[in-house]
């Protein structure tokens, strides 16, 4: 008996030793596009880091060996070595993996997690880097400016640089030939912005007798606005609570990071929020009784600098909700209430005394009963 109860209670505190010293993520990796010989920062920020556990970066693509352990590089090839870097901050926790001069070999799945005291792995989240390596002689493409409204004029910029010297450029939409140009390595395009604009992709061939088909290149200057919604995880809070929020943008934009631009300072001032999924989820903690009402706004931004309009949410605290009213109260008398403003309060006041009454005339009739009954007995007997 006194063996299953050490084993029972070993058992919990294991449990417990484990639960509390369990890393958190703040902040995670998001996966990226982008084109040989960029720059690449996979970002991961965590919280209740204890004793004995690392932060650990692995290239899933590569095997089963860690890119990073903490601040430190475990890669060993020398190329690798001088592109690779963590951007390290030990008070914010942050554990950034950053990649310069990107190459083919760099792209796949990256997962940012923690090792615990047995050295075994735990994965926190990850992302997946895609390299597009160019074909040799595959245009640019380039929109001038760089952000449009409906109605402006966008400059469509292709440029063919290196493979084939003057290859025929043609400029594209949904199939339809909008400008093309033979034996040239720059062809622009003025385009004013419609609303069928909206969303659509333009694409420019690089036309020659090496490639009939043309490699090419593709760009948006008028995408979809970004659109941001607030959804709680309950309706209704009471005092003490944890109330989630997440933040969740429409438009399907790449790489989109979130902010909350507006949350009470006195929430903000005294540390009671937690952000996880890149700031995609806010969590308030302990929720307090002034908080009712508070109103919240997310915003979502791209990886070229497009902001969304703020989307808001008030939280609600079920303890707090009062229902005011113009109309001065009237003063009602327990035996006269108005039939649509009966209180359960007044009805079990009201049943009560009525019981009470009846009890009491009941008590009465009974006692005047037997007085009667004592009295009837007494006249006979003195009859006799």
């Known amino acids: 008996m006194r063996r299953t109860i050490s084993a029972k209670v070993s058992f919990l505190f294991i449990c417990l030793a484990s639960f509390s010293s369990a890393v958190q993520l703040v902040k995670g990796p998001t996966s990226q596009r982008v084109t040989q010989g960029q720059t690449v920062t996979l970002e ?40 690779y870097s963590v951007i390290w901050n030990n008070q914010k926790r942050d554990f950034h993996l950053k990649i310069v001069d990107l190459k083919a070999i760099d792209g796949g799945s990256y997962e940012c997690g923690y090792t615990d005291s047995r050295q075994s792995f735990i994965r926190l989240a990850g992302a997946t880097i895609t390299v597009d390596v160019p074909m040799e002689g595959a245009p640019v493409c380039d929109a001038q400016p760089k952000t449009s409204q409906l109605g402006d004029t966008v400059t469509l ?12 450029l043609i400029w594209e939409s949904n199939g339809r030939e909008l400008a093309k140009q033979i034996g040239t390595s720059f ?30 290149c593709t760009i948006t ?17 009471k005092v003490g609570d944890n109330a989630t929020f997440l933040c969740t943008e429409h438009s399907g934009a790449p790489n989109v990071e979130y902010a909350w631009p507006k949350v009470d300072i006195q929430i903000l001032m005294s ?14 903690i302990n929720l307090e009784a002034e908080h009712n009402n508070s109103i919240l706004e997310c915003q ?7 902001v969304s309009e703020g989307a808001s949410m008030a939280i609600r605290i079920l303890n707090q909700i009062v229902t005011t009213s113009t109309i001065q109260p009237t003063v009602l008398s327990p035996f006269k209430v ?40 007494l006249m006979k007997m003195g009859g006799k």
Not at 59 to 81: A, Q, W
């Open 300 to 306: 979502a931004k791209t990886a070229d600098n497009r």
């Open 44 to 83: 991961c920020s965590v919280s209740s880091i204890q004793a004995g556990e690392s932060i650990v970066w692995k290239h899933v693509d590569l095997g089963e060996k860690f890119v990073s352990v903490n601040h430190l590089l475990y890669v060993t090839e020398p190329d690798l070595r001088r592109r």
């Open 221 to 237: 200057p008028l995408p979809h606005p970004l659109s941001v919604t607030i959804r709680a995880n309950a309706p209704f809070y």
């Open 271 to 284: 540390r009671r929020y937690l952000l996880k999924d890149n700031n995609r989820v806010l969590t308030i």
């Open 157 to 168: 910029k292709c440029s063919a640089s290196g493979g084939v010297s003057a290859p025929t």
């Open 338 to 377: 108005e039939k649509n403003s009966l209180h359960p309060a007044v009805i079990v006041v009201f049943v009560l005394l009525v019981v009470a009454i009846v009890v009491i005339l009941a008590l009465v009739l009974i006692r005047y009963s037997r007085r009667k009954s004592q009295q009837s007995s």
């Open 187 to 216: 062809l622009t395009f003025d385009k004013q912005m419609r609303q069928s604009d909206v969303g659509a992709s333009f694409m420019c061939r690089a036309i020659s007798s090496l490639y009939p088909t043309g490699p090419f």
